[in-house]
């Protein structure tokens, strides 16, 4: 399983910005799929979830901001990122979990984009 993300950048506060994962090697509609982020000095965290039923997870600290969703016929994964603030600065990941329910997929990790938010 390979997952490829894009889309960081630099970013102002209160912009958007949207983030892509494609995926080959997997099954991928019956594949539970995430986001993670590590900022600096601080552990990774849990961004968003979404699972083979397209049931949705969400972090509290983006919940209401961010929009996780997928596009099956396109093996592809979106983070839709509204209202940044400084604090969402940080490298994120996307994960691919074999079980498609899971709210917290973590069996396979892509590279990381950074999204930086700052003026």
């Known amino acids: 399983v390979q997952l490829q993300a894009s889309g960081g950048g630099l970013v102002q506060p209160g912009g958007s910005l949207r983030l892509s994962c494609a995926a080959s090697g997997a099954r991928f509609r019956v594949k539970a799929l995430g986001w993670y982020r590590q900022a600096p000095g601080k552990q990774r965290e849990f961004v968003a979830a979404?699972?083979?039923?397209?049931?949705?997870a969400y972090a509290p600290s983006v919940k209401g901001r961010f929009t996780i969703s997928r596009d099956n016929a396109k093996n592809t994964m979106y983070l839709q990122m509204s209202s940044l603030k400084p604090e969402d600065t940080a490298v994120y990941y996307c994960?691919?979990?074999?079980?498609?329910?899971?709210?917290?997929?973590?069996?396979?990790w892509g590279q990381g984009t950074q999204v930086t938010v700052s003026s």
């Open positions: 994960t691919l979990a074999d079980q498609g329910s899971s709210i917290t997929p973590q069996d396979y």
């Open positions: 979404i699972t083979a039923g397209r049931n949705t």
